[in-house]
C-alpha cells in the first residue's frame, strides 16, 4: 500500500536552540533541542505512528534517525487538533535537518507529512 502525503497534515518547526550543557558524546559534541507542532488541518483523524529523520552533515555524511511514536507517544490528532513536543539531536558538525511523521487515518491508510527543512548550526564562539 502506498503511503501518501495527506494533505492539511503540518509540522511547523517552533524554535531550535544550542544546548551545550546537555549530554553529548566526543564524536558528536553539539545537541540542539527543537520544539515542533503537528497540526492536523485535514478532513480526517490522523494516529503519529512513527518518524524518520534525516541529517546530512557538511562533510555529506548523513545520519538517518527512525523510530515508532514521537517521544515514546502516538499522539491522535483530531480534526483542528496539535500536538506539540521537544526533543533533541547531538551532531558533529553543522548539519541540514529534514524528514518526515508517518501515521494512519482512522481507516487504517497510510500517510505523512513533511518535517520542513532546518539547520543546526554549530555557534561560532564554541
Known sequence: MEIEELNGLEVNIDDV??????????????PFVYFITIRNESQEPVT???????????????VVVEGDGVVGQFPHL???EDFN???YHVVGEDCAV???????????????AKIPSF????????
Open 85 to 87: 513536543y521537544n526533543s
Open 78 to 80: 483530531a480534526v483542528g
Open 98 to 112: 529534514e524528514g518526515a511523521f508517518f501515521g494512519e487515518t482512522e481507516d487504517g491508510r497510510p500517510v505523512f
Open 17 to 30: 536552540i544550542y544546548m551545550p550543557s546537555l549530554e553529548a558524546p566526543a564524536e558528536r559534541p553539539h
Open 119 to 126: 539547520d543546526l548550526t554549530v555557534p561560532k564562539w564554541v
Open 48 to 62: 503519529i505512528r512513527g518518524r524518520k529523520w534525516v541529517l546530512t552533515q557538511e562533510n555529506g555524511e548523513r
